[in-house]
């Protein structure tokens, strides 16, 4: 992925350590494993200690027996958001007839394309939640040829609803073909996007049409044998309408039922001011260009806020990928750095690049024990 930030909110429990104790000295065991109190702590034996026939007194009933010093708790993991404004994304998905094949026709096996896009959009919506405001519109809107239906809105932190809809859809062989018998009104489908998207306020971070369809537009006139012409110029019509309104569109192909139509990808991927078009035969394949468009649309930041109060930046353990712990850098030339005012770790030099990159899957911020990095 391009610039694929998707930050954890699940950090691995570190490994122990020592905690500060006040004014940042830490609490030593003492011989036998009993802490060393300080003065009027009662612990220090005086000359002769121990040698009292009468033993120490018996402890009250309802005392609780010292345990062995546990000494620093274990790291605890910070909930964190990256900083910067989400993106609008309106996922216009294909539910006709043809998404109720298995998602390879030669030979057919596995689950059907529509089953294996549900799971695959599903992961895409929960992944970005917090980096991207999905919306999604489902196509046909009836078992034939109507225009597709906004079934979620744009909205943030939408993947819980979208998710819903998904799970909604009957993706068994036997049962979506009773259900989705429809045709492919892409173009149709597209302009009722781009009337959607007028509905709203527009978002000066960007806004985007994921079309996910397995195979060519049709819907256009009736053909001798019960089926409809196809209509990618219309289709190319209703993309490059949607771009002179500032709306790019990512054509994404699933499947391998489209035959001869790459031509007709490409064209409108290029009207949708993409490049190219997306192309997946599987369900590996389908969760990789779908990371890769969202990674493409996903504003680069370094930043991540955390979740509640300000801490104390010495007691962060920060890193990659449950990978090397990495060092704070005050000076801010790499590694990383807090600001208490504004709540936030920020990335600098070779891990700041990283993170952009897109090469970081999750950055992890655990807030614990003081030590040496490891």
Request: with cysteine.
């Given at each position: 992925?391009?610039?694929?930030?998707?930050?954890?909110?699940?950090?691995?429990?570190?490994?122990?350590?020592?905690?500060?104790?006040?004014?940042?000295?830490?609490?030593?065991?003492?011989?036998?494993?009993?802490?060393?109190?300080?003065?009027?702590?009662?612990?220090?034996?005086?000359?002769?200690?121990?040698?009292?026939?009468?033993?120490?007194?018996?402890?009250?009933?309802?005392?609780?027996?010292?345990?062995?010093?546990?000494?620093?708790?274990?790291?605890?993991?910070?909930?964190?958001?990256?900083?910067?404004?989400?993106?609008d994304m309106l996922l216009v998905v294909d539910?006709?007839?043809?998404?109720?094949?298995?998602?390879?026709?030669?030979?057919?096996?596995?689950?059907?394309?529509?089953?294996?896009?549900?799971?695959?959009?599903?992961?895409?919506?929960?992944?970005?939640?917090?980096?991207?405001?999905?919306?999604?519109?489902?196509?046909?809107?009836?078992?034939?040829?109507?225009?597709?239906?906004?079934?979620?809105?744009?909205?943030?932190?939408?993947?819980?609803?979208?998710?819903?809809?998904?799970?909604?859809?009957?993706?068994?062989?036997?049962?979506?073909?009773?259900?989705?018998?429809?045709?492919?009104?892409?173009?149709?489908?597209?302009?009722?996007?781009?009337?959607?998207?007028?509905?709203?306020?527009?978002?000066?971070?960007?806004?985007?049409?994921?079309?996910?369809?397995?195979?060519?537009?049709?819907?256009?006139?009736?053909?001798?044998?019960?089926?409809?012409?196809?209509?990618?110029?219309?289709?190319?019509?209703?993309?490059?309408?949607?771009?002179?309104?500032?709306?790019?569109?990512?054509?994404?192909?699933?499947?391998?039922?489209?035959?001869?139509?790459?031509?007709?990808?490409?064209?409108?991927?290029?009207?949708g001011g993409t490049s190219r078009p997306y192309?997946?035969?599987?369900?590996?394949?389908?969760?990789?260009?779908?990371?890769?468009?969202?990674?493409?649309?996903?504003?680069?930041?370094?930043?991540?806020?955390?979740?509640?109060?300000?801490?104390?930046?010495?007691?962060?353990?920060?890193?990659?990928?449950?990978?090397?712990?990495?060092?704070?850098?005050?000076?801010?030339?790499?590694?990383?750095?807090?600001?208490?005012?504004?709540?936030?770790?920020?990335?600098?030099?070779?891990?700041?690049?990283?993170?952009?990159?897109?090469?970081?899957?999750?950055?992890?911020?655990?807030?614990?024990?003081?030590?040496?990095?490891?």
């Amino acid at each position: 992925m391009r610039d694929s930030l998707v930050l954890s909110l699940a950090a691995a429990l570190a490994a122990l350590g020592c905690s500060a104790g006040p004014g940042g000295g830490t609490r030593d065991a003492g011989p036998g494993g009993s802490m060393d109190a300080g003065p009027g702590g009662g612990t220090d034996a005086g000359p002769g200690a121990g040698t009292d026939s009468g033993g120490p007194p018996p402890p009250p009933p309802d005392a609780v027996p010292p345990g062995p010093d546990a000494g620093c708790e274990a790291t605890t993991p910070v909930p964190a958001t990256i900083v910067g404004d989400p993106p609008d994304m309106l996922l216009v998905v294909d539910i006709s007839g043809s998404m109720c094949v298995s998602v390879s026709v030669f030979p057919p096996s596995g689950d059907t394309r529509l089953e294996v896009m549900r799971r695959a959009l599903d992961g895409l919506v929960t992944s970005k939640d917090a980096r991207i405001n999905f919306g999604m519109m489902l196509f046909p809107g009836d078992n034939a040829c109507a225009p597709g239906t906004v079934r979620n809105g744009v909205a943030p932190r939408n993947a819980s609803a979208i998710r819903a809809t998904l799970g909604g859809l009957t993706t068994d062989m036997f049962g979506c073909a009773l259900r989705h018998s429809g045709a492919t009104p892409t173009h149709t489908s597209l302009d009722a996007a781009r009337t959607y998207y007028g509905t709203i306020p527009v978002n000066p971070v960007g806004q985007f049409v994921l079309l996910a369809t397995d195979g060519l537009p049709n819907c256009g006139p009736p053909l001798p044998d019960g089926g409809t012409e196809e209509t990618v110029d219309e289709t190319v019509a209703a993309i490059e309408a949607l771009f002179a309104a500032g709306i790019s569109t990512y054509v994404l192909g699933f499947g391998d039922s489209f035959g001869g139509g790459g031509t007709a990808l490409n064209r409108m991927a290029t009207a949708g001011g993409t490049s190219r078009p997306y192309n997946a035969r599987t369900a590996a394949e389908l969760d990789t260009a779908l990371d890769a468009i969202a990674a493409s649309v996903i504003p680069p930041s370094c930043t991540v806020m955390l979740d509640g109060p300000s801490r104390d930046p010495r007691l962060f353990r920060v890193s990659f990928d449950s990978g090397p712990l990495i060092a704070r850098d005050e000076s801010r030339r790499s590694g990383w750095d807090y600001d208490a005012a504004t709540n936030t770790i920020t990335f600098y030099g070779a891990e700041c690049a990283r993170v952009q990159s897109g090469t970081v899957t999750n950055v992890e911020v655990d807030f614990g024990c003081p030590g040496p990095l490891i």
